[in-house]
């Protein structure tokens, strides 16, 4: 076995064969497309396919292409997008039965930039409802599986780049959907600094927390990608400008000298042997190419999952209390009453996850209860944010494993227990930083782990560099990992 | 008997008159038809963002300061939870914790009555739409045109005492927002609407009483009453024992009365918490200054102006501040003409008088502000005389053409050509041989009608001091 980095061709390479003409887009769309469909009964990451419009596309962007019109490296490559993301015209249903049938009227800014780059959007990739969750378990569609193991469950996006279906993906990431996905998967997947992609278009979860990223087998496509979609966008207030990442300087970053912090709590936490074992392997070959690693204490960072918590069902209380039968999408047809249609649309169409964190939500924010659980999840939030803006003067980077256990099974499961899978990703979330996931191990199952590299603010060319740098030395190509 | 007091609170609504709405770039125009003025962001679909019209936020300190405001320097957003079909993302991005403008006050009341009303607060939010009931398909829809126009809502103290001094705040209010020309203040289009809170106490008390409100009135009339009735339903209530609910009451101002609507167990938990969708509202020394400078002589330091630096009448003063529209025409008029008394004249007996029998606002007049000031202009220079300039000023209301090209191509200049007015004066003579064999008997009045006569035949538009001349000489010659 190997990582899947060598089964799929990296998203720049297929631009390239594009470019020189050595490979019709057309067919390679219709290539994908079909590879789609063949896989789809079992993996089942797709929610709907593009066909139709993916191939006028490819006519389009070839035609551009072959005028020289100004086109991006990825123009022509195909690309999953992640369903809470709008593609106007197109259905978009944001994994919930709510808006099965939605129809967008404008596209999110990401998608939109991927597309003026002459990207082609294949299809709508399965999600969490309203990314409630990370591994499409809360989904109105169902789960999709595990690409080592059907009964097993997957993020979407990393599983459809994992299996080869396509190079990469746009995915989002609120306590860690992105990056835990990608871990789950053996991908590469980038959670960007808050406000470096617009959130405009991406159905709103937890709006203090929601980021856009990029999703593939290769931390340099994850770049490039990131490169497309990042940048202020008037539209959303809270989006800031960031540089773009210089992809010739990659190969000249080094490990000598990097510094390391590992939050301390980080070691102490209930994780799963092959996960800390797969960590502590990783540390020791950055180690090995003279990056020095220290241990620091980190204020907060055991309250971190409350925290985000209590923030992010209490805003998402109130973004999804516009799915009310109103305007759009499901309505209980039996409602009689205004009050019924608000109750029964509601407690028909969102899923059993939804509504609890909906009325977890509405509990924080209750007047008698806001200053004890809302207010001080904030100081929570302000605490780890300014413990990170100090260790980062000490560190380059922050590093942690991604998630404390394996893919889980296709089981039921508990809202809580989904809450403790985000200990390691939260923080990052709360304090608006980027962190990167990338495949550091891989059990004899064949289901991997990854590696998480935080870094401050605006970091992103950073993070990469390591990422990059430590995919080189072989990193994540470790297998049957724990032992040496 | 003991004696009761009324102690009432406002809160004001008052949408701003910004091009666009608060969070979009949908127009913000009154009317339209429904759903026409709506895009995916002030509609509530899913994925969409609010940006901020800086101008909003502008708009808002200006109203501040106008209304002697202390000005918030770190404002935010807070979203209001509550469903409603009207409300399309279920909640109203409006401030709780840090509002625009907070502390503020305005005079009311004239000498020895003079008295100050504080303002608790002033916030920005956005509007909700409108339900409309369909009675043929009979069913309930939705219009969200007027869904992210943007409010502020203007709290003030409990200060008032009596209908007469709200309805003189509201006055005062709406003319200042007026001259600031941050709102129209239409009540009749729903711009203005007030909430009242109003609770009754023995007079010399301290402690409140509690308190009722009543939601939306739209017409000052409407409020005055309301504040008279609800004050003696709660002091008849205490007088026979009995106690008075914390509830929101719905006034019916066709049948004079008002109804519970909800009680305060039913109360809304609005579930507030900060907008994350929104940045801090930064506002520094320099924007505040700036806006300072825009905003334009209010209406009591004008009016002194006009009575002490115009000469005009204490009266003549009071009308034409009394709304901005009739200032700026008042202006405007004065500043073409050269001449305030003769503006201020013309206005005060010529303009009202037609905007009375057309009944229209002088907000709503359609009619180029610099357009009386030339037609005064053109009397003051011989061109027209001045029942003619009354006769233009009549004809061109509520139109867009120009006077002095409406005078040129209708003739109506005066006719001052000498040989003009003599062929007119020689024909008075000769068809009224009775009139002239009087005046030269004697009879002063006869010369006025002969006068008459020429200018009839000069189609009214003869100089008169010339008409006058030639007639008076032409009938000496027959001596």
């Known amino acids: 076995m190997s990582i899947s980095r060598q089964n799929v061709e990296t998203a720049r390479k297929t631009g390239q064969e594009f470019r020189s003409g050595a490979v019709p887009i057309s067919e390679h769309i219709e290539k994908t497309i079909s590879g789609i469909q063949k896989e789809e009964p079992r993996n089942h990451c797709f929610v709907t396919l593009f066909e139709e419009q993916a191939h006028k596309a490819a006519i389009r962007v070839a035609q551009k292409l072959r005028s020289k019109e100004d086109c991006s490296l990825l123009a022509g490559v195909p690309v999953g997008v992640d369903d809470t993301m709008m593609t106007r015209g197109r259905r978009t249903t944001c994994g919930s039965g709510t808006l099965e049938h939605f129809i967008p009227t404008f596209s999110a800014t990401a998608v939109q930039k991927l597309e003026d780059a002459g990207m082609i959007i294949v299809g709508k990739l399965n999600t969490d409802e309203f990314s409630m969750g990370s591994l499409t378990q809360t989904s109105f569609f169902g789960p999709t599986s595990h690409p080592a193991d059907e009964t097993r469950v997957a993020g979407a996006a990393a599983a459809a780049v994992a299996s080869g279906v396509i190079s990469c993906a746009l995915a989002s990431d609120t306590g860690g959907a992105l990056r835990q996905a990608s871990a789950g998967c053996g991908v590469c997947g980038i959670r960007p600094t808050y406000g470096a992609v617009s959130r405009l278009g991406l159905a709103a979860f937890a709006s203090s927390m929601d980021q856009i990223g990029p999703i593939a087998s290769d931390i340099r496509d994850c770049a490039e990608i990131l490169n497309i979609i990042s940048g202020k966008d008037p539209c959303d207030s809270t989006s800031v400008e960031i540089d773009k990442i210089d992809l010739s300087r990659i190969d000249s970053f080094s490990l000598s000298g990097l510094r390391i912090g590992i939050p301390s709590v980080f070691f102490e936490s209930d994780t799963d042997p092959f996960v800390k074992a797969s960590f502590h392997e990783a540390l020791d070959a950055l180690r090995s190419e003279g990056a020095v690693t220290e241990t620091f204490s980190l204020k907060g960072l055991d309250q971190a999952v409350a925290a985000y918590a209590v923030i992010s069902c209490a805003e998402a209380s109130a973004n999804l209390s516009r799915i009310d039968g109103i305007k759009y999408g499901f309505r209980a047809p039996e409602a009689k009453t205004l009050s019924e249609v608000y109750e029964r649309t509601r407690s028909v169409g969102f899923g059993s996850d939804a509504q609890k964190r909906i009325m977890l939500g509405n509990y924080f924010l209750s007047a008698e209860r806001y200053e004890e659980y809302y207010l001080r999840a904030l100081r929570v939030k302000a605490l780890i944010a300014k413990g990170f803006a100090s260790a980062f003067r000490r560190y380059d980077v922050i590093l942690s494993p991604v998630s404390p256990s394996l893919a889980p099974k296709k089981e039921p499961y508990d809202t809580l227990s989904m809450f403790e899978e985000d200990f390691f990703t939260v923080p990052a979330s709360l304090a608006g930083l980027p962190a990167a996931s990338v495949p550091c191990g891989k059990n004899p199952d064949g289901l991997s782990v990854g590696l998480q590299m935080i870094g401050p603010h605006f970091s992103e060319a950073k993070i990469v560099g390591a990422a990059d740098a430590f995919l080189r030395i072989g990193g994540g190509q470790k297998t049957q990992g724990g032992q040496k | ?479």
């Open chain 2, 1 to 479: 008997m003991i004696e009761y007091e009324a102690v009432i609170g406002l809160e004001v609504h008052v949408e701003l008159s910004t091009e666009s709405k608060i969070f979009c770039a949908c127009p913000t125009a009154f009317g339209g038809a429904p759903n026409t003025h709506v895009c995916a962001i002030c509609s509530g679909m899913p994925g969409t963002l609010p940006a901020l019209n800086r101008e909003v936020l502008r708009y808002a300190i200006r109203a501040g300061l106008a209304t002697n405001c202390e000005i918030t320097r770190d404002g935010k957003f807070d979203r209001k939870n509550y469903f409603y079909p009207d409300l399309p993302k279920a909640y109203q991005i409006s401030q709780l914790y840090l509002p625009v403008c907070r502390n503020g006050r305005i005079e009311i009341g004239e000498g020895k009555n003079k008295k100050t009303i504080g303002i608790h607060e002033m916030h920005i939010e956005e509007d909700a739409g409108k339900l409309v009931h369909d009675p043929e398909g009979n069913c309930t829809l939705v219009d969200y045109n007027r869904c992210g126009i943007p409010l502020i809502e203007i709290v003030s103290k409990p200060d008032f005492r009596s209908a007469d001094e709200v309805t003189d705040y509201l006055e005062r209010l709406k003319t200042t927002l007026q001259y600031i020309g941050v709102s129209d203040c239409k009540m009749q289009e729903g711009s203005m609407r007030a909430d009242i809170n109003l609770s009754v106490r023995p007079v010399g008390r301290e402690e409140l009483g509690t308190r009722t409100e009543m939601k939306n009135m739209a017409s000052l009339k409407a409020i005055s009453r309301a504040i008279e009735a609800e004050t003696k339903r709660q002091i008849s209530r205490i007088s026979a024992g009995k106690p008075i609910k914390q509830q929101t009451r719905r006034w019916d101002d066709d049948k004079g009365v008002s109804f519970s609507m909800r009680s305060k167990e039913d109360a809304h938990d609005y579930k507030y918490f900060p907008e994350p969708d929104l940045l801090p509202l930064r506002v520094s020394d320099g924007m505040i200054e700036e806006i300072r400078r825009e905003i334009p002589e209010l209406r009591e330091a004008r009016r002194a102006r006009y009575i002490k630096e115009l000469g005009l009448p204490e009266y003549d003063a009071d009308i034409l501040t009394s709304s901005f529209p009739l200032v700026r025409i008042f202006e405007r008029t004065a500043g073409i003409c050269g001449n305030a008394k003769e503006a201020s004249n013309w206005i005060m007996t010529d303009l009202l008088k037609l905007l009375k029998d057309e009944q229209v606002a002088p907000e709503d007049m359609h009619f180029p502000e610099d357009s009386l000031g030339k037609i005064i202009r053109m009397t003051s220079e011989g061109v027209i005389n001045r029942s003619v300039g009354r006769r233009v000023l009549t004809e061109l209301f509520g139109s867009d053409t120009d006077p002095i090209t409406y005078v040129k191509d209708n003739g109506l200049a005066m006719v001052s050509d000498q040989s003009v007015i003599e062929t007119a004066v020689d024909r008075a003579i000769r068809e009224n041989e009775k009139a002239v064999a009087d005046y030269l008997c004697g009879n002063p009045k006869s010369l006025q009608f002969l006068i008459g006569q020429a200018m009839r035949h000069l189609r009214g538009k003869g100089d008169p001091q010339s008409v006058q001349k030639i007639l008076f000489e032409h009938l000496e010659k027959r001596r």
